[in-house]
């Protein structure tokens, strides 16, 4: 059986692109960067904190595997994480706004033969977005639980001028490595 340490319905849609119907654990980790630690390690270390959390739920039984996910945009050295209001959530556009920035997408399964884990790391690069553009995406209320307040799946794909890298890991879950993850013995 696999259990996904997350709350994040598009995680459990992205897991059905694969074929995966993960049971839903409900995990409540502290998701605060250390002074110090590195954007990727900060991202890394949440997801696995979600998946060890996850794990303790349910490792009494036999054959289970327990995903656990973080996604988080990066500015230089700033994690950008969810937006508190919607000051925040246009703050964050602001600073995006026709600038290139980092997402990073770690992956971790927990099963009885251990941890192993993944890393997804995108490159966005917004167009420049007017004052407008972002109080309209504010207003649409789409900003709100998302890293860096933005959906790419969403109306922000519009400011998109170029991704390289994982399209499903900037949504929340890099498809590609969960799958051979998923897939590893």
Do not use: N
């Not at 995680?11 to 995966?20: A, N, T, V």
């Not at 739920?57 to 995903?67: D, K, Q, T, Y």
């Amino acid at each position: 059986m696999l259990y996904l340490a997350s709350q994040s319905p598009r995680r459990r849609e992205l897991l059905g692109q694969i074929g995966e119907a993960p049971r839903v654990l409900d995990v409540d980790v502290e998701e605060i960067r250390r002074p110090g630690e590195a954007p990727e390690a900060y991202v890394a270390r949440v997801a696995l904190d979600k998946a060890r959390a996850g794990y303790a739920l349910v490792s009494a039984e036999a054959g289970v595997r327990v995903i656990g996910a973080d996604t988080e945009v990066i500015l230089g050295d700033e994690v950008f994480g969810k937006p508190r209001d919607a000051a925040d959530a246009a703050s964050m556009l602001h600073r995006l706004s026709g600038r290139e920035h980092q997402v990073v997408s770690a992956v971790w399964l927990i099963d009885e033969k251990g941890e192993r884990d993944a890393l997804s790391v995108s490159i966005v690069r917004f167009a420049p977005l007017d004052a407008a553009q972002i109080d309209d995406y504010v207003a649409s209320g789409e900003c709100f639980g998302k890293a860096g307040a933005y959906a790419i799946q969403g109306r922000a794909a519009a400011f998109i001028e170029h991704l390289s890298g994982s399209y499903s890991g900037v949504m929340g879950l890099p498809l590609h490595e969960t799958s051979r993850l998923l897939r590893s013995q």
